[in-house]
């Protein structure tokens, strides 16, 4: 059994679509609290990884448990019965999840996308939900541009609005697929900001970018995945800067003069 602070513990974790495997065989760790970064090339299945931890993809073998539970499964004496959508429902509410896209309703307002899912999922009332949705939208630097509608919004505006809804859900674990990868270039620093905001109060985050500055400054962990497995993983500068593998150092060049 993996410590009581590890909030995820992955090893072994296979996936494959259909004859693809995609996923094989992640030993992967997270502490609480800790900023743990992914990087590696694309196809390498780090989207996938990251959708397995909040049970968007099931895994095929392995063991994967996540805030002390084993992803998908639940124990009945001897036996384990596969989590039904609502058991997974469940689950997933604790555990926000930020993509390239900011998939919010473009026209709805940054308030009003901020309460959808405190208001259907958590069913908290209108007021509780209006209340909630100003302090986090505070908390992401937004709260004056909380009436104007999504689709007038920055991209880096929209991705800020993206993360303040999952903040709403009290999440104790908050996941990144290349946040910043869709934004121009003067936009990517207030996202990275609010996230390095968010590291410092303690949030437990995992995080796949290419933004190495940020996975040096901010990041506790970096792990390369390459070909479905962790290829290496330690210490953020460890691995920028003096990586064992020929081919996370070849990478790394390539991200640098990308
Ligand atoms: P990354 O995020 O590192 O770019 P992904 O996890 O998105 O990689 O994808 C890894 C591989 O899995 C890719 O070859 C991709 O085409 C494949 N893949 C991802 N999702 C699916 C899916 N739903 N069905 C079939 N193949 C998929
Ligand atoms: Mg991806």
């Given at each position: 059994m993996p410590a009581e602070d590890v909030i995820v513990h992955a090893e072994g974790v296979k996936k494959s679509y259909g004859e693809h495997e995609v996923?094989?065989?992640?030993?992967?760790?997270?502490?609480s609290g800790e900023v743990?970064?992914?990087i590696g090339p694309s196809g390498s299945g780090k989207s996938t990884?990251?959708?397995?931890?909040?049970?968007?993809?099931?895994?095929?073998?392995?063991?994967?448990?996540?805030?002390?539970?084993?992803?998908?499964?639940?124990?009945r004496g001897e036996d384990y019965l596969r989590w039904s959508d609502r058991r997974y429902a469940q689950f997933r509410q604790h555990i926000g999840m930020v993509f390239q896209r900011f998939n919010l309703?473009?026209?709805?307002?940054?308030?009003?996308?901020?309460?959808?899912?405190m208001r259907h999922?958590?069913?908290?009332?209108?007021?509780?939900?209006?209340k909630r949705a100003i302090e986090e939208l505070e908390r992401v630097g937004l709260a004056e541009h909380r009436h104007k509608k999504a689709h007038q919004l920055s991209g880096g505006q929209q991705q800020r609005v993206a993360i303040a809804r999952s903040l709403a859900m009290d999440p104790?674990?908050?996941?990144?697929?290349?946040?910043t990868s869709a934004l121009d270039p003067e936009l990517v620093d207030e996202v990275l900001s609010t996230m390095q905001r968010l590291a410092l109060e303690g949030m437990t985050m995992v995080v796949v970018t290419h933004e190495l500055g940020f996975a040096r400054e901010v990041g506790d962990t970096l792990a390369f995945f390459d070909q479905g497995v962790v290829v290496e993983k330690g210490a953020p500068e460890a691995l920028l800067d003096n990586a064992d593998s020929d081919r996370v150092r070849a990478f790394i060049e390539r991200v640098r003069h990308a």
């Open positions: 996923l094989r065989g992640v030993d992967f760790q997270v502490r743990a970064c992914i990884f990251l959708r397995t931890l909040n049970g968007l993809e099931s895994v095929d073998s392995g063991s994967l448990t996540v805030m002390g539970e084993q992803v998908g499964f639940s124990r309703y473009g026209h709805l307002d940054a308030e009003e996308n901020v309460m959808l899912s999922v958590k069913g908290l009332s209108k007021s509780k939900a209006e104790a674990l908050m996941l990144f697929d290349e946040p």
